[in-house]
């Protein structure tokens, strides 16, 4: 059984490449993030991805079918019936959701609403779904005048608060997004609540703010961080990794505020460094950026950065270790609506021992990648595993 000493999984947040079998009960049939954004685009520029094996997976203009590939590619379908952050997160890492966390179209029920202004001692604005952006120009200049909270949601199970950081501390917003996790948990379960920090004194002037922090439940059970950080591995998460899963199973937190300049940068520090275990980073710039604000122009100037910079990413590599580039969900810019789809997601993985032109074919779940590493890292065989296609 082939063991090694580190593996690296970076989550191109939202990247999907074509929608599920079941999409049609999420109202997703057609959406292909990456196929996508190609023909509207009229290609993506992504040659380091292309040799890995991204169009084998799906139709890419710019990206051809390649047999040669330089490592070994597949796509996974999502077993959990979710298409959000936390729900995607977690299958990777090996647990899957048993059931599906609700989402809130109408908004939150009185009585958490009610218990929020009790505990918090301010009242509330909003509670619709409503865009990020948006949200703050609409009632940014009522919270300036009354110091209320803006509560809102999105078409995943979150509950998000915006707050003006000039007129309401950090701390007091970071203590009610806590106060909020207790009560959705009690009353209206979400994945996460989100403090959404911005700044500014009129609509069209609001900005938000690199300060947004993510309170989210505790998975039922353990994954597979859990499982390496028992082992005495180290399990070091970038980006919003860490807020993903409550803390739990981590062992060095490194947040960031975009992808280049920050969550890229400190991967490739961190591959660098001596560490044993795993390095799991999300970049959530392309979901929250460009997927949910409908900008596919944006989203595919992000994927080209990515992988621009996927050559340095390989090269600080060690010997035996491996690197798996992969999704969460979708968020097709081309597609309707503001909401995540219901996409496979790429396993594409690479590794200086890694065989080449190995085809993964399509996975059942995304905890295929987990049972992998728990194989490669802890020795454990565990179905699904695609380790010994690996080498």
Same mark, same amino acid.
């Given at each position: ?13 939202? $990247?999907?490449?074509? +929608? ?10 057609? $959406? ?8 509207? =685009? ?7 991805? @292309?040799?890995?094996?991204? &169009? ?16 070994? +590619? ?23 959701? *048993? ?25 509330? !604005? =909003?509670?619709?779904?409503?865009? &990020? ?5 609409? +009632? ?7 110091? %209320? ?12 608060? $915006? %707050? ?11 203590? $009610? =997004? ?5 009560? =959705? ?10 403090? /959404? ?6 609509? /069209? ?15 039922? /059970?353990?994954? !597979? ?36 300049? *920050? ?35 944006? +989203? ?16 600080? !590599? ?9 999704? *969460? ?18 396993? #594409?993985?690479?590794?200086? @021992? ?15 990648? %987990?049972?992998? #590493?728990? @194989? ?13 296609? !690996?080498?």
């Amino acid at each position: 059984m082939k063991k090694i000493e580190r593996a690296t999984i970076i989550v191109l947040d939202s $990247a999907g490449v074509g +929608y599920l079998p079941d999409a049609a009960e999420f109202g997703d049939i057609g $959406a292909n993030t990456f196929g996508n954004i190609s023909k509207k =685009c009229g290609g993506l520029n992504i040659p380091n991805m @292309e040799k890995m094996g991204i &169009g084998n997976l799906t139709e890419i203009v710019g990206a051809g079918k390649i047999k040669n590939t330089i490592g070994a +590619y597949g796509k996974a379908a999502e077993k959990a019936k979710g298409k959000d952050t936390t729900t995607g997160h977690w299958e990777i890492a090996g647990v899957i959701g *048993d059931k599906p966390f609700p989402t809130y179209p109408d908004g939150f029920p009185k009585e958490v609403l009610k218990e929020l202004e009790e505990r918090t001692g301010r009242k509330i !604005l =909003c509670n619709k779904p409503y865009s &990020g952006t948006a949200v703050i120009d609409e +009632y940014g200049e009522e919270q300036l005048k009354t110091g %209320a909270w803006i509560v809102y949601t999105s078409a995943d199970p979150v509950l998000q608060i $915006a %707050a003006n950081e000039e007129i309401i501390p950090l701390d007091e917003l970071y203590k $009610a =997004c806590e106060i909020a996790l207790e009560i =959705c948990m009690e009353k209206s379960p979400v994945a996460r609540v989100i403090a /959404r920090p911005y700044v500014g004194k009129a609509k /069209r002037e609001f900005e938000r703010t690199s300060n947004r922090h993510d309170y989210s439940v505790k998975p039922p /059970r353990a994954t !597979l961080l859990d499982k390496l950080k028992s082992a005495g591995k180290d399990v070091v998460a970038i980006g919003k990794i860490s807020d993903i899963f409550a803390g739990e199973g981590i062992t060095d937190t490194r947040g960031t505020n975009q992808n280049d300049k *920050d969550g890229i940068l400190k991967t490739i520090t961190a591959l660098k460094e001596d560490s044993k275990g795993l390095i799991f980073t999300n970049l959530v710039d392309f979901d929250m950026k460009f997927g949910h604000r409908r900008d596919p122009q944006g +989203y595919k100037e992000a994927i080209e950065q990515f992988d621009r910079y996927l050559p340095e990413i390989m090269e600080n !590599l060690k010997d035996d270790e491996i690197l798996i580039v992969t999704a *969460d969900h979708g968020c097709d810019p081309t597609y309707q609506g503001t909401d995540h789809t219901r996409e496979y997601i790429p396993i #594409l993985v690479y590794g200086k @021992e890694v065989k080449g032109g190995v085809d993964l074919g399509i996975r059942e779940s995304f905890g295929d990648i %987990a049972a992998t #590493l728990e @194989e490669l890292l802890l020795g454990k065989s565990i179905e699904g595993s695609f380790a010994k296609e !690996l080498y």
